[in-house]
C-alpha cells in the first residue's frame, strides 16, 4: 500500500472558477492512470480542498473508496482514459458512490486550467463538476452491464462461426463441390447434413442429395448435379478440422445462451412473473421464432423488459437481445426520443467546414452495436406488405436505398423509445394504408402550392 501524498487548499470555495459557483459541495475528482490515481475531495472538516494518490490494485481501489466515503462524497467524476476507468468504476459504484464518466472532450474545452499535472487535473476535474460542468456518459445499470458482456462475447463467437463457415465453403468451392449452389445456405438444415457426411466419407452425389430437406425448392436431381467434385486430400481434411472447429463454437454459443437465459431469469419484473407472454401477431414470424428455437429467449426478454418488442415489424430476438443489453428497459436517461436516436447514431450528422463536408471519425461504441443491428433489421423490410415496408420503399425511391436503410432503422429506433419509454404499442396500419396516406398528404401539399400561385387543381374524370 502506497502512502498518499497529500495537500490541502485551506482557501476552499474560494478559489474556484471566476463567476461559477458551486452547486454541489460533497464532489471529488479522479484522474486515473496505469499504475496510480489522484483524487481530490473535499476535506474531513469540509473546509477546503485535498489530494492524494492510490495505486491500481484492487485494495488500493478499495482504500480509495473508504477514503472518499470517510469525506461524505456524494459523486465522483473521471475521465472515460482508456480502459483505466472501469475498474475504479465498479469498485467505486459497489461501494454506494454516484461515479459520472465524463468525456476527454468536455474537460479540454473549458478554458483555465493552472497547469497540466496529475494533481491538478485531478483538481481541475473536481472544480468542474462541484460547478455542475460535466456531463456524464450513458452507462446502464451493473446488472444490464453483466449482461451485455454475455451478449458481447455471444456476438463474438457467432461472427467467429461465420468465418469458418466460409472457411468451409471456400474447402468444398475448390473440390468443386457446389453446395452453396445447391442449397442457399450451407448453414441450414440440408447444407449442413450434406458437409458432415461429406466429412464422414461418403463422395455419392446421389446419396448426398437424399439428405435433402423437403422444404428444398430443388429436386434430387438438382442438386446431385452440384455435389461432383474430385476430392483432393487436402481440402477434405481442412474441411473436416473446419466442421470441428464450427461445432465446438456452437457448443460455447449454446452455453452463452443457457447463462443470458439465467441472468435475464435473475431481472425479471415482478409484475411479469409468471405472466403470459402474448403471442407474435404475424403468424410467419411466430414460427420462425419457433423453428430457429428462440421462443425461450423471446420469453425471457419480455419478462425482463414487460414489454414485447418481437411484435414490431422486422424486430427480431437477436435484435431485441442486442438493444435491450446495450441499454437496458429503462430509458428514462433519454427525455426526448430525439437524444435516443442521436445516440444510436441514427440521426442525420453531415459536419461542413468552409461549405465542405468534414471527414466523420468512427465510432465504437454501445450505440454503433444497436444501430448496425437495427439497419440489418430495416433491410429485410424491402419486400414486407407492412407499414414500415411501405415506408422503406417510399424512401428507396426518392433519395436511394442507403439512406432508406438509415431512415427505416431510425424510425425503428424511435418505435422501441415509445415502446419501452411509454409502453405506446405498435399498430401496424398495412402498406396500403399507409400509401392511401402519403398520397392524400401528397396532394394537399399539391393544392397549397398551386393555390399560392394563383391556381386550383382539379381531378382528372374518366
Given amino acids: 500500500m502506497q502512502d498518499s501524498d497529500k495537500r490541502k487548499d485551506n482557501a476552499g470555495s474560494a478559489r474556484q472558477i471566476a463567476g461559477l459557483p458551486v452547486v454541489r459541495h460533497k464532489v471529488a475528482g479522479i484522474d486515473l492512470g496505469s499504475e496510480q490515481h489522484w483524487v481530490c475531495a473535499p476535506t474531513v472538516e469540509g473546509g477546503g480542498r485535498e489530494v492524494a494518490d492510490f495505486g491500481a490494485t484492487t485494495s488500493e481501489l478499495i482504500r480509495m473508496a473508504q477514503w472518499l466515503n470517510a469525506r461524505k462524497v456524494e459523486s465522483v467524476a473521471m475521465e472515460s482514459t482508456g480502459v483505466y476507468w472501469i475498474a475504479p468504476h465498479e469498485v467505486l459504484e459497489a461501494e454506494g458512490l454516484e461515479v459520472r464518466l465524463v468525456d476527454t472532450r468536455q474537460l479540454a474545452r473549458v478554458p483555465g486550467r493552472d497547469n497540466k499535472s496529475d494533481p491538478f487535473d485531478c483538481e481541475w476535474i473536481q472544480r468542474l463538476h462541484s460547478c455542475g460542468l460535466l456531463m456524464g456518459s450513458f452507462r446502464p445499470k451493473e446488472a444490464v452491464c453483466m449482461l451485455r458482456t454475455l451478449v458481447r462475447d455471444k456476438g463474438n463467437l457467432v461472427a467467429e462461426a461465420g468465418d469458418w463457415l466460409r472457411r468451409m465453403q471456400k474447402s468444398l468451392d475448390q473440390m468443386n463441390v457446389r453446395v452453396h449452389r445447391a442449397v442457399s445456405d450451407i448453414d441450414g438444415v440440408t447444407g449442413m447434413a450434406i458437409v458432415r457426411a461429406i466429412v464422414a466419407g461418403e463422395r455419392d452425389a446421389r446419396k448426398l442429395a437424399e439428405l435433402r430437406d423437403p422444404r428444398?425448392?430443388?429436386?434430387?436431381?438438382?442438386?446431385?448435379?452440384?455435389?461432383?467434385?474430385?476430392?483432393?486430400?487436402?481440402?477434405?481434411?481442412?474441411?473436416?478440422?473446419?466442421?470441428?472447429?464450427?461445432?465446438?463454437?456452437?457448443?460455447?454459443?449454446?452455453?452463452?445462451?443457457?447463462?443470458?437465459?439465467?441472468?435475464?431469469?435473475?431481472?425479471?419484473?415482478?409484475?411479469?412473473?409468471?405472466?403470459?407472454?402474448?403471442?407474435?401477431?404475424?403468424?410467419?414470424?411466430?414460427?420462425?421464432?419457433?423453428?430457429?428455437?428462440?421462443?425461450?429467449?423471446?420469453?425471457?426478454?419480455?419478462?425482463?423488459?414487460?414489454?414485447?418488442?418481437?411484435?414490431?415489424?422486422?424486430?427480431?430476438?437477436?435484435?431485441?437481445?442486442?438493444?435491450?443489453?446495450?441499454?437496458?428497459?429503462?430509458?428514462?436517461?433519454?427525455?426526448?426520443?430525439?437524444?435516443?436516436?442521436?445516440?444510436?447514431?441514427?440521426?442525420?450528422?453531415?459536419?461542413?467546414?468552409?461549405?465542405?463536408?468534414?471527414?466523420?471519425?468512427?465510432?465504437?461504441?454501445?450505440?454503433?452495436?444497436?444501430?448496425?443491428?437495427?439497419?440489418?433489421?430495416?433491410?429485410?423490410l424491402r419486400h414486407s406488405e407492412t407499414a414500415l415496408g411501405a415506408y422503406y420503399r417510399q424512401m428507396a425511391r426518392r433519395i436511394g436505398g442507403d439512406v432508406a436503410v438509415f431512415a427505416t432503422a431510425r424510425k425503428l429506433a424511435t418505435i422501441i423509445y415509445r415502446l419501452l419509454r411509454w409502453g405506446q404499442p405498435y399498430v401496424d396500419e398495412g402498406a396500403a394504408a399507409y400509401e392511401r396516406r402519403y398520397q392524400a398528404n401528397r396532394i394537399a401539399s399539391l393544392k397549397a402550392r398551386a393555390k399560392e400561385l394563383g391556381y386550383q387543381l382539379t381531378p382528372i374524370t374518366a
Fill in 216 to 380: 428444398c425448392r430443388k429436386s434430387k436431381e438438382e442438386i446431385a448435379e452440384q455435389l461432383s467434385g474430385h476430392w483432393r486430400e487436402d481440402h477434405l481434411f481442412s474441411l473436416g478440422q473446419g466442421l470441428k472447429m464450427y461445432d465446438s463454437i456452437q457448443e460455447r454459443i449454446t452455453d452463452y445462451e443457457k447463462e443470458i437465459l439465467r441472468k435475464l431469469a435473475e431481472m425479471e419484473r415482478e409484475e411479469c412473473r409468471g405472466q403470459a407472454v402474448p403471442k407474435v401477431k404475424n403468424p410467419k414470424k411466430g414460427q420462425a421464432i419457433q423453428r430457429h428455437g428462440e421462443e425461450p429467449m423471446r420469453q425471457a426478454l419480455y419478462r425482463m423488459s414487460g414489454v414485447d418488442l418481437t411484435g414490431i415489424d422486422a424486430i427480431g430476438v437477436e435484435t431485441v437481445q442486442v438493444v435491450l443489453s446495450e441499454y437496458g428497459p429503462d430509458l428514462s436517461c433519454f427525455p426526448t426520443e430525439k437524444q435516443f436516436v442521436k445516440h444510436v447514431t441514427l440521426a442525420p450528422h453531415n459536419p461542413t467546414s468552409a461549405g465542405k463536408p468534414v471527414k466523420k471519425k468512427k465510432r465504437n461504441s454501445a450505440s454503433t452495436r444497436v444501430g448496425a443491428a437495427l439497419r440489418m433489421a430495416a433491410t429485410s
